[in-house]
């Protein structure tokens, strides 16, 4: 998944502006992933057939990366499936079942990858010292943080940080290079 306004200035407020790209913005995603699939409904979709089928999933969808790109509600050391349900406005199950069926993964794993992405932002932009970034990207323990870094990114946040710079030398290196 890419993660589309992520790398956006920060802002005290979300706009309806910012919140309408997005739905589009999904709502094209969700037709060419998922939707498609049109009238190929397997045992497993029919139960989410049953659940509201995909108008409501499309809907919880768009909802979560609402909250989580915008809002960037992944921020919030206590953020839980509970809470998010809450923000969204839907019961745990729907949330729950919407995430591991169209992220591909549950709701810790999500969270986690996007708390990483905004780590790899902070580092990458230097706004923020090594040892500050767990806590500033959400994470309850410096340890959570580098286990959900190495997993996500395949590389401790300290490598991480060095072949970004060693990669940003290089590049500054050959365009200086060019006549």
Request: charged share 25%; hydrophobic share 35%.
């Amino acid at each position: 998944m890419e993660y589309l306004f992520l790398r956006r200035k920060k802002s005290t407020a979300t706009s309806e502006r910012q919140k309408a790209i997005l739905f589009r913005v999904a709502e094209k995603e969700w037709e060419s992933r998922f939707a498609s699939a049109g009238g190929n409904v397997n045992a497993k979709e029919a139960g989410s057939a049953r659940m509201g089928g995909r108008k409501i999933d499309c809907s919880i969808y768009k909802n979560i990366l609402y909250q989580l790109e915008i809002r960037q509600v992944f921020l919030d050391m206590t953020l839980s499936l509970k809470k998010l349900s809450a923000l969204i406005e839907t019961n745990q199950t729907y949330v729950s079942n919407v995430v591991n069926k169209y992220f591909g993964c549950n709701l810790k794993e999500l969270v986690n990858s996007y708390r990483v992405e905004y780590a790899k932002e902070l580092l990458y932009s230097g706004r923020c010292l090594l040892e500050d970034v767990p806590s500033r990207c959400g994470f309850a323990s410096k340890s959570a943080f580098y286990a959900a870094f190495v997993k996500h990114a395949g590389e401790s946040p300290k490598r991480y940080l060095a072949r970004e710079r060693k990669t940003e030398q290089l590049n500054a290196g050959l365009s200086g290079l060019k006549c």
